[in-house]
């Protein structure tokens, strides 16, 4: 499954947007999908994960701000992410993992500043 995310931008502090992460194929049964990110000259860091049977998780920096969803009809991951901060600057990817394979997406540049 190819995965192609989108919806990234320059936004001010205390803003949204909503990225999304269209895949190929369908993503019915894959049992975990996820965003990370990766600031400059840091390590890449989870940010939430969503199984296909609806469990979430956030990492602790990102959790009442920040929403992750699939539409398994559409093919689709969405995060939205209200209250953006800067420190919430990075590339954003989107990952989809079974115990047959482990996709990354290209990426989308989220930047918050005023």
């Known amino acids: 499954v190819q995965l192609v995310e989108s919806g990234g931008g320059l936004v001010q502090p205390g803003g949204s947007l909503r990225l999304s992460c269209a895949a190929s194929?369908?993503?019915?049964?894959?049992?975990?999908m996820g965003w990370y990110r990766q600031a400059p000259g840091k390590q890449r860091e989870l940010v939430a994960t969503i199984t296909s049977g609806g469990s979430l998780r956030y990492v602790d920096s990102v959790k009442g701000r920040f929403t992750i969803s699939r539409d398994n009809a559409e093919n689709t991951m969405y995060l939205q992410m209200n209250s953006l901060k800067p420190e919430d600057t990075a590339v954003y990817y989107c990952n989809a993992r079974s115990i047959v394979f482990n996709q990354w997406g290209q990426g989308t540049q989220v930047t918050v500043s005023s």
């Open positions: 194929a369908s993503i019915f049964n894959i049992p975990t």
